[in-house]
């Protein structure tokens, strides 16, 4: 019996239907790998309580904002320690160097804080500086960073005396 003659006879629906059930599996198969590959759905700590916050968040910046404010952020990640230097300026382009407060660092794709530190006292020139080490965000919150470089995001909370500042950056590092 030759090969066309089997073909002809109907002996290639029921390998078809095999083939094609196979790769449908197989695919779906895939499928479900790529979508757990990432960590799955991130969920939000503390959710409610942030709910709650939300509008005293959005007071704070709209204030923030309303004060004519400079703030710069200047972040760069060497080896495996990202550091940065954030400086804020009045609208006459004094640095303000009595800012108290803490600093939250995230990524994007992550819905909690990767690290969160106290400010530290600023320079002469009212600088203040950071500097944190990729391995103490890792052992802290137990999540491997295997490509720390992408969009970082950075959460100024701060006071001046008795007024609540916030300042978000969202920094590309490479």
Known sequence: MKATDWIRSGGLWPVAVVVLLLGSVTLMAS??????????????ENYYDQALEWDSLATIRSKTARMNLLAILSVSLDESVLSGTFTVQD??????????GRIDISRPQYSMVLYSEGLRAPDQKGTYRFSVSLYDIQRQKREALDNPSGLW???FHLNQEATPLLFEFRKEIR
Do not use: C, H, Y
């Open 31 to 44: 499928v479900i790998v790529a979508a757990r590959s990432d960590g799955g759905a991130q969920v939000v």
């Open 91 to 100: 609208s006459l382009s004094n640095r303000l160097s009595d800012l108290e």
């Open 153 to 155: 995001d950075f959460s």
